[in-house]
């Protein structure tokens, strides 16, 4: 007769090692991927068509500008410099702090020539700004 021995059975025995070594492999993959990811440049942004725009009306001492895709910037279709559009915000918001502005940009433009108008905006105290957009139907037609 034979009989075996509590001490002679092979004990079950987990190795944890290779998972744990999978799981900081995976851990290290993704901080290193998150780390090069910059946001800006992953989504693909086509400006300034909006469902929502409706019929532009120009109301009679509103302020429009307009920005193209140099960062040159209009005002009642002739070029002004920083300078002279500071002027004469200034003197919009002095006559009326509420003078509605409506920034023009085109879509190529750099984001930051609408930032300073938009700042210039600020600096002359006048904060009732709007950006100007264009309907989606009119563009794809």
């Known amino acids: 007769m034979n009989i075996r021995e509590d001490d002679s059975l092979d004990e079950f025995v987990l190795n944890l090692t290779p ?7 995976l851990l290290v993959f993704f901080m ?6 910059d946001e800006e440049q992953q989504i693909d942004v086509e400006l300034p068509a909006a469902e929502s725009a409706g019929e532009q009306v120009e ?10 895709e140099a960062g040159i910037v209009f005002l009642e279709g002739e070029a002004i410099g920083k300078d002279e559009l500071l002027g004469v915000l200034r003197g919009a918001a002095q006559h009326d702090a ?11 433009a750099r984001h930051e020539a609408i930032v300073s108008v938009m700042d210039a905006c600020g600096l002359a105290g006048l904060s009732n700004l709007a950006i ?8 794809g037609g």
């Open 59 to 68: 109301q009679p001492d509103s302020i429009t500008l307009t920005v193209d």
């Open 19 to 25: 998972m744990i070594d999978v799981v900081f492999l």
């Open 98 to 108: 509420e003078t509605p502005v409506t920034i023009r940009g085109h879509r190529g």
């Open 132 to 139: 100007g957009t264009i309907g989606s139907a009119a563009e």
């Open 32 to 37: 290193v991927t998150t780390t090069f990811m």
